[in-house]
């Protein structure tokens, strides 16, 4: 990784590309990719599809919108690049590194005791009666979890299993807490847990296995 400091797992893997691993001594963790109106962009599509949820468009304004969405498509067609130098996942600066597929989160705190973020589901994260999905619930923890394994070890982990429970509603438009922590570890293997609250209140609980990628490891 560029601007890490040398360590033993800080070594070019194979060059291959598409075998080099789930980490890339090459990965550049940046602010600057897709420029200052990045996240921005970003936060414009989390708008359009809060919108797209609750839209009964006409059959002529669906039309009219699909035209646009091909336009918008064809004009991002020339910039396309391969994960490991797209900005999304990659900017630091940004709610949930600006990867779009994630709800959006700012990591308050993170280090080997584990990560403090604020995670805000959006509209559009719905599942049903005007709560989130639970399987966006899950992602939030995979990801906050991953990092606090990450942050650990000082190299990516990968889940083997991740369980959520589900101890009451979770709102939506709503800025939420969520911890985690690697609670034991053993070899590669980091034992993860975390919590969501909205307030007091405890919405999920995550208990997961994340195991440290060896270099070059897929
Ligand atoms: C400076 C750097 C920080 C930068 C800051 C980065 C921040 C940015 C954070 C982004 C964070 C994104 C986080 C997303 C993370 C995903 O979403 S990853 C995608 C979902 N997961 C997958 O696709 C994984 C699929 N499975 C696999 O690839 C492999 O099974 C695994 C999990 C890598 C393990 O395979 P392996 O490495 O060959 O290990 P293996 O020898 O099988 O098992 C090792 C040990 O774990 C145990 N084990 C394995 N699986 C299981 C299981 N399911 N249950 C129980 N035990 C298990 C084994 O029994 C074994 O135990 P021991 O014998 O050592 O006691």
Same mark, same amino acid.
């Given at each position: 990784?560029?601007?890490?400091?040398?360590?033993?797992? +800080?070594?070019?893997?194979?060059?291959?590309?598409?075998?080099?691993? =789930?980490?890339?001594?090459?990965?550049?963790?940046?602010?600057?990719?897709?420029?200052?109106?990045?996240?921005?962009?970003?936060?414009?599509?989390?708008?359009?599809?809060?919108?797209?949820?609750?839209?009964?468009?006409?059959?002529?304004?669906?039309?009219?919108?699909?035209?646009?969405?091909?336009?918008?498509?064809?004009?991002? #067609?020339?910039?396309?690049?391969?994960?490991? *130098?797209?900005?999304?996942?990659?900017?630091?600066?940004?709610?949930?590194?600006?990867?779009? *597929?994630?709800?959006?989160?700012?990591?308050?705190? =993170?280090?080997?005791?584990?990560?403090?973020?604020?995670?805000?589901? @959006?509209?559009?994260?719905?599942? =049903? +009666?005007?709560?989130?999905?639970?399987?966006?619930?899950?992602?939030?923890?995979?990801?906050?979890?991953?990092?606090?394994?990450?942050?650990?070890?000082? @190299?990516?982990?990968? *889940?083997?299993?991740?369980?959520? +429970?589900?101890?009451?509603?979770?709102?939506?438009? *709503?800025?939420?807490?969520? @911890?985690?922590?690697?609670?034991?570890?053993?070899? @590669?293997?980091?034992?993860?847990?975390?919590?969501?609250?909205?307030?007091?209140?405890?919405?999920?609980?995550? #208990?997961?296995?994340?195991?440290?990628?060896?270099?070059?490891?897929?």
């Amino acid at each position: 990784m560029k601007g890490a400091p040398e360590q033993e797992w +800080n070594v070019a893997a194979d060059e291959t590309p598409q075998h080099q691993g =789930g980490f890339r001594a090459d990965f550049e963790v940046t602010t600057e990719r897709g420029g200052p109106s990045y996240g921005e962009m970003i936060e414009q599509v989390r708008t359009f599809m809060d919108k797209v949820r609750y839209a009964s468009p006409s059959p002529e304004l669906a039309d009219e919108v699909i035209d646009d969405l091909r336009k918008l498509n064809a004009k991002l #067609d020339s910039t396309l690049v391969d994960e490991w *130098t797209s900005p999304s996942g990659t900017r630091i600066d940004l709610p949930s590194r600006g990867n779009i *597929t994630l709800p959006p989160y700012e990591v308050l705190d =993170g280090g080997p005791d584990g990560v403090d973020a604020v995670v805000t589901f @959006r509209p559009f994260h719905l599942g =049903g +009666n005007g709560v989130a999905h639970g399987g966006h619930v899950a992602i939030a923890f995979d990801d906050l979890g991953g990092m606090a394994a990450a942050l650990r070890v000082g @190299r990516p982990a990968r *889940t083997a299993y991740l369980t959520v +429970n589900y101890r009451s509603l979770t709102p939506l438009d *709503t800025p939420l807490t969520l @911890r985690t922590w690697v609670e034991r570890h053993d070899g @590669r293997k980091n034992f993860v847990r975390g919590t969501l609250h909205d307030g007091d209140r405890l919405c999920a609980e995550l #208990d997961s296995l994340f195991i440290e990628l060896k270099p070059g490891q897929a």
